[in-house]
Each structure stands twice: as structure tokens, then as C-alpha cells.
């Protein structure tokens, strides 16, 4: 399988099983509208015949070349994943989203967690069931080294002396069970001081500090609970944090767009002139029935501005101001895993969130949903079987997923979007399928004028 577009500038032609993008001449990717294997050994009439603005020699020139790319198995290359599918197992947990606080303190519209305590009350995480979790974290965790923890909420700076008791019990468990934690938080800053920041700043391997761009955006969508803006309380914060933060630890500003702002790029822009170098504005996914909700009627000016993102990249880029865009950034050389590439994000297999209860989800975005508990902390509860269920919807288990040119860098999707707004973790949201495609084109696009 193929997939060709052109973007940029350039003819581009990703070799959707092995990985190869070719950027190819206007005849080569013309061509391929009617080549395709089993390949003759000379071009027919018929493919000749098509192509009336080229000269039949060079058609046939060209038609050899790509046959031999087929041969040497760099283009149109055999499915060497489907076999490792067949094999996919529930795996040792080794990353936990802990909600350390189901309360928040700013009341951001398009919320999936009902403006933080995820349709369940307003409470905080006693720090006993924090250890609790760490205690699951090491006893599930097998043979995994290095182990990975998200303070997440609602806010979790509304419980923070609970994140530091959480953090120091599990450095204190590390030695005996021969494992490290990796841990990161995501707060909206608005509670952030001189001795949050610097706690963060030693603990945290990495930090999401939730922003969602100009002022203006940002302020119509992440409120106070009295309706106040919250982007000249939190700029500052996150300017300070992140000026204080040693180079070996990572961080990126987290924000979200709407219906509201498709110029998007603008509030990338808006984050960078910030001096914010590690930039994610991704869409929201939600019930249509907002005002807000993106659906897809608005895709094609949001592939127009994906575009317009990349080609102000590349601008930024040759001007040598680069910064990372979460959604481009891709790895063309070697890329995840085979594993990682079949089932993407390990949500319900090898990476669980807990509750302030005690209670046991796939993930953050399962919360709440009662059909999707896996356990309790303090009754010793898991569920085994739905770990399985979860490590076996990888794509080869998701029709629409099995002949997508994408597979290989969405990985099936997000499991919690497929089952809200599809009723079923192996069928795909459509709306998000359409933008992650866009994403990865404009991916290659830019890695592929960088390579020129």
C-alpha cells in the first residue's frame, strides 16, 4: 500500500508498510495513479496511453524504476505486522495517571472531566490511597525498570501536599524493588508559587502546563468559576517555571482549540513569541452538540491551517527559530516499536489511571464510566480479563484501521474517543482519524523539504 499527496511543493509518496517516503518528479507520482503490482516486464499501451503529456519512453523509463523499487521491497512492501498481532498479551503496568485531585479551580468549557471531578463530586486523594497506587505500580509493574507516574485532576496543585507525600514514599520504595519513577505533572498553573516550581522543577521529568494561546482564546474558554480570564494569572507562572527549568528535564505548554479559533496556528505563534519552545495545540473532541464542537464541516479549514502551520514552521525554521510542534513531530528513521505501533498508547494494558477512591480505569478519559472499571486499590481488585481485552485492540482489530495508509502513526486512535463517540473501542472516530491524517502529512512534508 501507497499513499501519494502532494503538499509543499513536493510529490510525496509514503510507502505506508516500511515507512519510506519518496519524493518523487510530477511523472513518477502521475505514474502510480496506474502502476501498481504485479508489475509487467514493460509498461502496457494502456498505462502509455493514459499519460499523453509524457513521452512514451520516459513512461517507460519510469515504469522499470518503480518496479524495481517494488522489487527491492521499498515500495508497495509486504505487511510484516499483521504476524506480531496474532501474539499481542496483556503486559506489566508501567505507567499510572493518578488523580490526585478530583476538583479544579478554573472551569474550562470543553472539560471532558466536567470541570475536573469527572461527574463523580468534588474531593481530593487521601494520600494513603496515593501510596496504595505506587504500591499496585511496583507489584504490577514485572520486570519494568523504569516507571512512569502522571499527577493529574482536575488540578493537582489543589493537593499538593499530597503529591509531595506520594513522591517521597515512592522514592523510598525504589531501592527496594530495583525500579525508578519518571514522574510528571499537568497543572493550569494558577496555583503555581516559588515553592511549587521549584518542587516541580527537581521532581517532575517532565510538565504539561495547560494554555490554550492568545489571550483573548484562551480567556473565552478557561475561566475562573467567577468568570474571570485566567491568562495573565498563569503566563508569568509558566514563564517562570520554564525559565527555571534545567535543560534535562522536558515540558511543553498544552493547548486546545475549538470552533472558536480555527486560526490555530495563530495561538502556536501566540505560545512561541511567549518563549515557549515545546508547543502542543490539539483539537477538542466532544459532543457536536456544542457551539464549540469541531466537526466535519470545519475540516477543511483546519487542514488549511495545518498547512498554513507547517509552511510557518519551515518560514520559522530557515530564520533558525525552530521550536517543536507536538503533532509533527515524527521519526522517519526508525520510528516506535512494533508493538507500540499496533496498539499505540497502552491505555488499559500497560497504563492505567486511578481515582481519589481508589478505583481503576483504563485511563483518564474512562473515569466515571462505570462499565470500564478494572478495580479497587483497597479491595485488591483488577481486571485481568479486560487488560486482555485492551492489549488486543490494536489496529488489525479495528476494520477501518486495517486499510488506512496511517495505521502505522495513529495506531488505531484514541480508545476512550472511539468508545464515547463511536459506542466501541475498536471502531475509529472518523472526525479525529481525518485530522491525525492531515498531521502526519504535513509531518513528512516538513521532514522531507528539511532533507532536501
Same mark, same amino acid.
Given at each position: 500500500m501507497i499513499h501519494k499527496y502532494e503538499l509543499g511543493g513536493l510529490y510525496i509518496v509514503l510507502d505506508t508498510n516500511s515507512g519510506g517516503v519518496h519524493v518523487v518528479d510530477k511523472l513518477t507520482y502521475d505514474l502510480l495513479d496506474y502502476a501498481a503490482p504485479p508489475f509487467a516486464d514493460s509498461c502496457p499501451p494502456e498505462i502509455i496511453a493514459a499519460l499523453p503529456d509524457y513521452a512514451p519512453e520516459e513512461v517507460q523509463e519510469c515504469y522499470a524504476e518503480l518496479a524495481a523499487l517494488c522489487e527491492e521491497k521499498i515500495l508497495f512492501s509486504p505487511d510484516e505486522y499483521e504476524k506480531y498481532a496474532k501474539h499481542t498479551t496483556a503486559s506489566p503496568v508501567k505507567a499510572m495517571c493518578l488523580h490526585i485531585a478530583h476538583d479544579c479551580n478554573l472551569r474550562c468549557q470543553y472539560c471532558f472531566a466536567s470541570t475536573g471531578d469527572f461527574g463523580t463530586g468534588r474531593k481530593l486523594m487521601p494520600v494513603e490511597t496515593g501510596k496504595k497506587a505506587i504500591d499496585f505500580l511496583l507489584e504490577h509493574s514485572g520486570n519494568r525498570k523504569n516507571l512512569e507516574l502522571d499527577f493529574f485532576g482536575g488540578e493537582p496543585l489543589m493537593n499538593f501536599e499530597a503529591v509531595k507525600e506520594v513522591v517521597r514514599y515512592a522514592r523510598s520504595r525504589e531501592p527496594e524493588f530495583g525500579k525508578r519513577f519518571r514522574f510528571t505533572i499537568t497543572t493550569n498553573g494558577v496555583l503555581l508559587d516559588d515553592e511549587k516550581i521549584d518542587f516541580i522543577n527537581r521532581e517532575m521529568s517532565n510538565v504539561v502546563l495547560s494554555i490554550d494561546g492568545r489571550k483573548e482564546v484562551n480567556d473565552r474558554m478557561r475561566p *475562573? !468559576? /467567577? =468568570?474571570? =480570564?485566567?491568562?495573565? $494569572?498563569?503566563? !508569568?507562572?509558566?514563564? +517562570?517555571?520554564? =525559565? /527555571?527549568? /534545567?535543560?534535562? +528535564?522536558? @515540558? @511543553? $505548554?498544552? =493547548? *486546545? &482549540? *475549538? +470552533? @472558536?479559533?480555527?486560526? &490555530?496556528?495563530?495561538? $502556536? &505563534?501566540?505560545?512561541?513569541?511567549?518563549? &515557549?519552545?515545546?508547543?502542543s495545540v490539539e483539537p477538542a473532541v466532544c459532543d457536536p452538540k456544542y457551539d464549540y464542537a469541531l466537526t466535519e464541516d470545519d475540516l477543511p479549514a483546519i487542514f488549511a491551517e495545518y498547512e498554513r502551520l507547517a509552511a510557518r514552521i519551515l518560514e520559522n525554521d530557515r530564520a533558525g527559530k525552530h521550536f517543536n510542534f507536538f503533532h509533527f513531530m515524527i521519526d522517519l528513521d526508525q520510528g516506535p516499536c512494533a508493538v507500540k505501533r499496533l496498539r499505540g498508547c497502552g491505555c488499559g494494558n500497560d497504563y492505567v489511571a486511578v481515582t481519589p477512591d481508589g478505583d481503576i480505569y483504563p485511563c483518564h478519559q474512562f473515569v466515571g464510566i462505570e462499565g470500564y472499571k478494572m478495580g479497587n486499590l483497597d479491595e485488591g481488585t483488577f481486571d485481568r480479563e479486560m487488560q486482555q481485552r485492551f492489549a488486543q485492540a490494536h489496529i488489525y482489530a479495528k476494520e477501518k484501521c486495517r486499510d488506512c495508509w496511517a495505521r502505522f502513526y495513529c495506531s488505531g486512535g484514541c480508545n476512550a474517543n472511539n468508545y464515547l463517540y463511536q459506542g466501541d473501542i475498536l471502531k475509529a472516530h472518523p472526525l479525529s482519524c481525518e485530522m491525525e491524517k492531515k498531521r502526519v502529512e504535513c509531518a513528512i512534508m516538513i521532514k522531507a523539504v528539511k532533507a532536501l
Open positions: *475562573t !468559576p /467567577s =468568570g474571570k =480570564g485566567s491568562y495573565d $494569572v498563569i503566563l !508569568p507562572k509558566f514563564k +517562570k517555571l520554564v =525559565g /527555571s527549568r /534545567s535543560r534535562d +528535564k522536558d @515540558y @511543553y $505548554v498544552r =493547548g *486546545t &482549540f *475549538t +470552533k @472558536y479559533d480555527l486560526d &490555530f496556528s495563530e495561538d $502556536v &505563534f501566540s505560545l512561541y513569541e511567549a518563549g &515557549f519552545d515545546q508547543i
